[in-house]
């Protein structure tokens, strides 16, 4: 185990190396979700579950999420850039650690907290909802609900430097990210039912995730968790899953049209500050909470 804290900062062309020979587990794992979409789909069908009841659903589900894909792609280079830069200049380099196993579980249980906070965010203030509420449009609960990812989602990387500032190298950070992401996939069926009680007390798991989703009153801004459900148990975020969900927003979404649903909360946002009459009005029509200020999205 190497316990070294001054390894020193790789250049950004020595971490550049690192990062082209690195798997991207996003790209790999595209085929293999697709496989498990249509999988259920089918086991759905056969079952009589409402999960794929409107095929438009699953079409724009899709199409949101290669969507995803591509502007992650494209701004592959510029975020690495960026979170490198706040790793080599900004990161104090008595604290840097080498990356090795234990560095790693280290870096992947932090960047969750910082998850948990930023989902909870993104819940609580219009302005991160603008983006959030992409993945929430869905009235059907299935595998590519977790496709509905705002295309503009990079802007919530300020949430995660935190976890290069402590020491965690560039290369771990996206590592975590793209393990979390790939985890959340499964999340989203009602085909898996309940799992050990062991597991659903720490693990985020289909059937907790499902009251997150859910627009009944109690499961409103409940279980944020993105890994593990241990944060909202610590503060206080937790909702036992006690009836089934009903999903979506509140107000009903108007169009499947992929960049409606990546953009529609935006619009409404700049038509409200277009339409603010004094700085107070255009902070609560930002900062808010959704739905607090006349034109917003209801939850």
Known sequence: MNWDFTVGKLTFEQMMTQYKSAPQLLMYASPAMLFFVFLEYFYTKKKNMDSYKDKRVLWSSIMVGAGYLIVSFLLSLVTFKLVWAVYYY???????????????????????FWRYWAHRLAHEQRFWWASHITHHSSDYYNLTVSFRLCWVDQVKLVFFLPVVLVGFDPLQFFLAHQ???LYQFWQHTEV????PAWFEWFFVTPTNHRVHHG????????NYGSTFIIWDRLFGTYQEPT????FGVKQPIRSLNPVYL???EYVDWLRDLKHAKTWKDRW????????????AEKF
Request: hydrophobic letters at 45%; one cysteine or more.
């Open 215 to 222: 627009k009944n009153e109690a499961f409103i801004d409940k």
């Open 262 to 264: 990546v953009f529609h």
């Open 284 to 295: 609560k029509a930002t900062f808010g909470r959704p739905g607090d200020y006349e034109g």
């Open 179 to 181: 393990i979390a992401v």
């Open 90 to 112: 900004l990161c104090p380099p008595q604290i840097v650690m080498a990356p090795s196993w234990w560095s790693f579980i280290l870096c992947f249980v932090f960047y969750d």
């Open 192 to 195: 898996i039912k309940q799992l």
């Open 243 to 246: 009836e089934r969900p009903v």
